[in-house]
C-alpha cells in the first residue's frame, strides 16, 4: 500500500507564494507512475490543478493554474512538488496529491483515474 503525505500548507497574503510537497512511503514510486496534484475549496468538488509523468518529461497543467502553478519532481528527494505564486484569495483550498499506478501518456484530470491519495494540505489565503 502506498503512502501519499503532502506539506508546504499554510495561511498566506494575496500575492504570496507556496511551495507545496508530496512524499511517498514507496522509494523511487514517482519514477514509475504519474501523480497530480487536486484542490477542494469549501463546498465544491475537488478539481485538477497539475499532473507530472514518470520521466518528468511532460507536465500539463489546468487553465486556471497556467503561469501560476508550477509542477515538479525531485527524484532525489522523492516528492512531487507544486509552486504556487500570486497567490489570491480563490485558491484557498485543501490540495492533495494523487498518484495512478498505471502509465498513461493521457492528461488524466478525473479523482477517479487516481487510485492512491493522500490526507490533503490545507492552504488559505487572505485577502
Known amino acids: 500500500q502506498v503512502q501519499l503525505v503532502e506539506s508546504g500548507g499554510g495561511l498566506v497574503q494575496a500575492g504570496g507564494s507556496l511551495r507545496l510537497s508530496c512524499t511517498a512511503s514507496?522509494?523511487?514510486?514517482?519514477?514509475?507512475?504519474?501523480v497530480a496534484w487536486f484542490r477542494q475549496a469549501p463546498g465544491k468538488e475537488r478539481e485538477f490543478v497539475a499532473r507530472?509523468?514518470?520521466?518528468?518529461?511532460?507536465?500539463s497543467y489546468s487553465d486556471f493554474a497556467k503561469g501560476r502553478f508550477t509542477i515538479s519532481k525531485d527524484n532525489a528527494k522523492n516528492t512531487v512538488d507544486l509552486q504556487v505564486n500570486n497567490l489570491k484569495p480563490e485558491d484557498t483550498a485543501i490540495y492533495y496529491c494523487?498518484?495512478?499506478?498505471?502509465?498513461?501518456?493521457?492528461?488524466?484530470?478525473?479523482?477517479?483515474?487516481?487510485?492512491?491519495w493522500g490526507q490533503g494540505t490545507q492552504v488559505t489565503v487572505s485577502a
Open positions: 507530472i509523468l514518470w520521466s518528468g518529461a511532460d507536465s
Open positions: 494523487a498518484l495512478r499506478s498505471s502509465r498513461s501518456q493521457f492528461v488524466l484530470s478525473g479523482t477517479r483515474q487516481y487510485n492512491y
Open positions: 514507496a522509494r523511487s514510486i514517482f519514477q514509475y507512475w504519474p
